[in-house]
């Protein structure tokens, strides 16, 4: 029997019908029954039958005040024969409070587990807490077979993206350490080019005047100069002495702080480095009458070499901040560490993010990673300097547990905080294919187009301003390795002519993989090409 909850809403209704027709099936059915009876009769005879179930259902329940009287004391109209007596209309009502549910087989015949009532009841909630689920007439709807694939896929895309985080944090590792090597090797030959030609330009009015390339090379050798003798006027060890007899929660303070001005030094560092040198580049007169009205060169320069000076004293201190804390013996370190990192977790996982923001992100993580590298470094060379340089196996497993440690749970945060943000923001694991695609393209073509300093124009695009650390790390490389005599200049050139080589394999390395990169990206376009071409004749010749 069919029963149409639009039109019989009333659960009385549904058990009286449901008696009704097993009453009906049990009296012997006749062939010539409704062999000639007209469908708009039968549809009338229909609407009579539940007008009378609704009739009868009405009666049965009696009064509004007698709701709680027992069946057999219920009134009903007996007078329709087609209803029965009253026997038969309290084993009815009887009926309504024991409607059972009974799943049936693909065969047709019911279960032997017969569930209780459909009522929402304690009998109910014990079936299918106990029961639910076991037959497939009452199994939940989980979703289709795509609904599935779904979940896999981004169960599978939550486990890959660290693998594919790594590969372009190494990525943006070697751009990094390339700009930052340019510094040390590369750099100096050029200023020295330029000055000379500054000399030249002196003595030799009439010669060729000098490049905007060339004096904005000469203008960052004075910066770091100034920076240098600037930085070694501050005495670290009272800073560190201070720092290190400050409380855990300072510590946590400070490092934050100075974090925090970091990431806008960087922001707001490059602009300032990209003005100075657009000031030696020819433009549009007005405009450079316009801007020299509120920025001379004069001005462009001191406000360059006030940001220098500013964030290097930033990276400085957060440099002595991590020392103090890997020295301490109340492990302040690992304090510090996870609370750092597990705020930037809250600051960037419940977030909403497009493609454009996780690569600001993943870019971000690059000059993080190799600012964390080099902070190492400088703790490390300061921490055996203070030793004589005499290692022992305790020092160094120390050295490298500390190096470990804070490595780790660096890597740890990074690979939590993208796996949740390309979950969160469904994003697929493969954007970081294409974050590398956009970073190779930028230096073939730097490298291609012979722009000038082509490793300022990569780390631009990752936001990278290796002039501050640069300066720090000269201050302490100059403190903790002095150069004396004879044997200390050819030491230092040796050392020097060691990162010219090194610089030349890492950018060697860069280019090759960029290309390799964009190559492969150039076969695939080329495949689904051929693939579309192919469909298409396929297609035509059909």
Not at 20 to 37: I, K
Not at 221 to 249: K, N, P
């Amino acid at each position: 029997a069919s029963y149409s909850m639009s039109s019989d809403d009333d659960p009385g209704v549904l058990g009286l019908r449901k008696r009704r027709d097993s009453l009906s099936s049990r009296q012997p059915h006749s062939p010539t029954s409704n062999s000639g009876q007209d469908p708009q009769d039968e549809s009338r005879s229909n609407l009579t039958s539940s007008s009378q179930l609704r009739r009868n259902l009405f009666a049965s329940r009696g009064p509004k005040n007698d709701a709680d009287a027992t069946p057999s004391k219920r009134t009903n109209s007996g007078n329709d024969p087609a209803h029965g007596t009253s026997n038969e209309s309290n084993s009815r009502n009887s009926s309504l409070s024991s409607r059972e549910f009974r799943p049936t087989s693909a065969g047709g015949s019911e279960s032997l587990r017969a569930a209780p009532t459909d009522r929402f009841g304690f009998q109910s909630y014990l079936w299918s807490e106990i029961m639910g689920g076991y037959f497939d007439s009452d199994s939940p709807s989980t979703g289709d077979a795509s609904g599935g694939i779904q979940f896999r896929e981004d169960v599978y895309n939550f486990f890959t993206v660290p693998k594919e985080l790594e590969r372009i944090l190494l990525y943006g590792f070697l751009i990094c350490f390339d700009s930052f090597l340019f510094l040390f090797t590369f750099f100096p030959i050029r200023v020295a080019y330029a000055l000379a030609h500054l000399i030249k330009k002196l003595v030799l009015p009439k010669s060729t005047k000098l490049g905007s390339s060339e004096i904005y090379d000469l203008l960052r050798a004075t910066i770091i100069l100034l920076v240098y003798f600037a930085l070694t006027a501050t005495d670290a060890s009272v800073m560190y002495h201070f720092i290190r007899g400050q409380a855990a929660i300072k510590l946590y303070v400070i490092f934050n702080v100075l974090e925090i001005f970091d990431r806008l030094c960087c922001s707001f560092g490059q602009d300032i480095l990209d003005a100075l040198f657009l000031l030696g580049v020819p433009g549009d007169a007005e405009e450079s009458r316009q801007t020299q009205k509120h920025f001379s060169p004069i001005v462009s320069f001191v406000i360059a070499a006030v940001y220098v000076f500013l964030h290097s004293i930033f990276l400085f201190i957060k440099v002595v901040t991590l020392n103090a804390a890997v020295n301490a013996y109340n492990n302040a370190l690992l304090t510090l560490l996870v609370s750092n990192n597990f705020v930037e977790l809250k600051g960037s996982v419940f977030k909403n993010f497009k493609e454009e923001n996780l690569f600001q992100i993943t870019c971000s993580d690059m000059v993080e990673r190799f600012q964390l590298f080099i902070f190492l470094g400088i703790i490390m060379a300061h921490n055996l300097n203070d030793i004589s340089w005499s290692l022992t196996r305790e020092t160094l497993e120390g050295a490298l547990w500390v190096i470990l440690t804070v490595w780790a749970m660096e890597g740890l945060v990074d690979w939590i905080k993208h796996a949740f943000i390309t979950k969160f923001n469904r994003i697929n694991s493969d954007v970081y294919s294409k974050f590398s695609k956009i970073i190779a393209t930028e230096i073939v073509r730097t490298k291609r187009h012979a722009i000038p300093d082509t490793s300022h124009n990569i780390s631009r695009r990752i936001g990278f301003v290796p002039l501050p650390l640069a300066c720090v790390v000269l201050r302490v490389f100059l403190t903790v390795a002095p150069i004396e005599g004879l044997l200390g200049a050819l030491w230092l050139f040796a050392f020097w002519a060691s990162l010219c080589v090194l610089k030349v394999i890492t950018t060697l390395m860069l280019l090759g993989k960029s290309l390799k990169r964009l190559e492969s990206d150039r076969e695939k376009a080329a495949d689904r090409t051929e693939k579309i071409l192919a469909n298409t004749f396929a297609y035509e010749k059909i």
